[in-house]
T-cell receptor, first 110, second 119 residues
Framework: TQLLEQSPQFLSIQEGENLTVYCNSSSVFSSLQWYRQEPGEGPVLLVT?????EVKKLKRLTFQFGDARKDSSLHITAAQPGDTGLYLCAGLSSARQLTFGSGTQLTVLP | GAGVSQSPRYKVTKRGQDVALRCDPI?????LYWYRQALGQGPEFLTYFNYEAQQDKSGLPNDRFSAERPEGSISTLTIQRTEQRDSAMYRCASSLAGGLAGGWTYEQYFGPGTRLTVT
């Protein structure tokens, strides 16, 4: 079973601060996705990274895929209350299955 | 356009009863996935279909769980003889197609889920 561990599990910060969320695995993934989930809703895809070492930017969010395609990070600059939510990484295996990480619950206080 | 819909949104049932959860995917989406999600955790894969064919059911916890997608569109997840440990949020997702080929990636669109409570 491929496991994805996210850290931290919970993060509470003030508006304007920067933060980084990590997603680590001992397995190699074909690609890795980051989702954001709000209460009462399903996860919504933010980005997919495919190539080892790849960096993608989405406004204030920067996503990086590790060189060995086993880990990833999400960095948010100048966090806003609207960024509050559950952030999930998910690895796509060669078996065409998405394995989700344990999640990071982010709270940005105004 | 319409997203993935699930029904019912909430289901309370007594232990030992059977339940059927329905998923209506986005029109034209080939692949359909079922997940179970605990509060504050990531979704846990149960099974998925391409068209009407069940491709992988390795995530189904035991033989009380089954799923079908007879016409390649709407899917039903059935839990027989429910137990309290089955209580969870059950989510469905669909995508244009499943798998990764030649660098092409796919996006899963998730439904709002069915909150199942077994008393």
């Amino acid at each position: 079973t491929q496991l994805l561990e996210q850290s931290p599990q919970f993060l509470s910060i003030q508006e304007g601060e920067n933060l980084t969320v990590y997603c680590n695995s001992s397995s190699v993934f074909s690609s890795l996705q980051w989702y954001r989930q709000e209460p009462g809703e399903g996860p919504v895809l933010l980005v997919t990274v495919v190539t080892g070492g790849e960096v993608k930017k989405l406004k204030r969010l920067t996503f990086q895929f590790g060189d060995a395609r086993k880990d990833s990070s999400l960095h948010i600059t100048a966090a806003q209350p609207g960024d509050t939510g559950l952030y999930l990484c998910a690895g796509l295996s060669s078996a065409r299955q998405l394995t989700f990480g344990s999640g990071t619950q982010l709270t940005v206080l105004p | 356009g319409a997203g993935v819909s699930q029904s019912p949104r909430y289901k309370v049932t007594k232990r030992g009863q059977d339940v059927a959860l329905r998923c209506d995917p986005i029109s034209g989406h080939v692949s359909l996935y079922w997940y179970r999600q605990a509060l504050g955790q990531g979704p846990e894969f149960l099974t998925y279909f391409n068209y009407e064919a069940q491709q992988d059911k390795s995530g189904l916890p035991n033989d009380r769980f089954s799923a079908e997608r007879p016409e390649g569109s709407i899917s039903t997840l059935t839990i027989q003889r429910t137990e309290q440990r089955d209580s969870a949020m059950y989510r469905c997702a669909s995508s244009l197609a499943g798998g990764l080929a030649g660098g092409w990636t796919y996006e899963q669109y998730f439904g709002p889920g069915t909150r199942l409570t077994v008393t």
